[in-house]
């Protein structure tokens, strides 16, 4: 779960002069993992239209979803984020490790995890294959457990979710939809049954996680753990997290309000 962006820099320095924010985006694979989330968020969204405004939306909501995933100002707002809230941290540390041979490897298997979990029987199909891992891959369950743990993986992403979520009533009650509601009722409408919600993310995660994880050595998955405890390594935890948790607000806002503009239009 590492991201990064290429930039006309890299394409014409080494890595040796580059910019140390420029050599952390490459290394963390930013590019492609926000392709990723855009492949796949734009087909979930197209999806909205059938739940929420069904035979209304048509070219002018797949134009809305286009608008609202245009890659390049995801990459933009995430660069910004990010840049900012490492201003103040020490990359060498990062750099050491994530522009080696053991950080490539792991970040390339994080993103190829990432993007095999487009496909969503991927998760069942993890979840199944690691359902005994605890009893047949004890080893390696338990550094997924203190990775999931040191980094509260769990925790962060619940949390997230819930501000994204609040965020697309937020924006669908600005449009003019469920006039009846308020927008604190229509966010607890839709954090109902939040305990399954936080089951299904520490689900999703532990499928992800074994699976990215398990053609590692015992002794990598150590030394990428105990660089998530240095300070460096939460505060790129935290920068990640909370990077992607702005921009997934800041999408979820927009979904909102242009399902919302379809949904007025239908109560009209």
């Known amino acids: 779960m590492r991201f990064i962006l290429a930039s006309a820099l890299w394409l014409t320095a080494s890595a040796t002069y580059a910019d140390p924010f420029e050599r952390l985006m490459t290394a963390l694979k930013i590019d492609e993992v926000v392709d990723i989330l855009v492949e796949e968020g734009t087909a979930s969204s197209l999806g909205l239209e059938e739940s929420m405004f069904p035979g209304r939306g048509g070219p002018a909501w797949e134009a809305q979803v286009a608008r609202i995933y245009d890659t390049g100002a995801r990459q933009d707002e995430l660069r910004g984020e990010m840049s900012e809230m490492l201003a103040e941290t020490n990359l060498d540390p990062l750099l050491d490790f994530l522009e080696g041979e053991r950080g490539a490897q792991i970040m390339g298997l994080e993103v190829s995890a990432r993007r095999a979990f487009i ?28 990775f999931t743990e040191v980094n509260d993986l769990v925790g962060q992403n619940v949390e997230g979710a ?38 299904d993310i520490a689900d999703w995660l532990f499928a992800y996680l074994m699976t990215a994880y398990s053609p590692l050595s015992s002794e990598d998955l150590n030394a990428y753990i105990a660089l998530s405890k240095t300070d460096e390594g939460q505060q790129l935890n935290a920068a990640i997290m909370g990077a992607f948790d702005v921009v997934f607000a800041s999408i979820s806002y927009d979904l909102g309000f242009a399902a919302g503009r379809f949904m007025a239009q239908q109560e009209l």
């Open 162 to 199: 819930f501000r994204s979520n609040a965020a697309f009533a937020l924006g669908a009650h600005e449009a003019g939809a469920f006039p009846g509601l308020t927008v604190d009722q229509l966010i607890a409408e839709m954090w109902e049954g939040d305990e399954a919600v936080e089951a």
């Open 119 to 146: 496909d969503p029987q991927m998760e069942e199909v993890a979840l199944e294959t690691f359902a005994d891992a605890e009893e047949d891959l004890p080893e390696l369950y338990a550094q997924v457990a203190e």
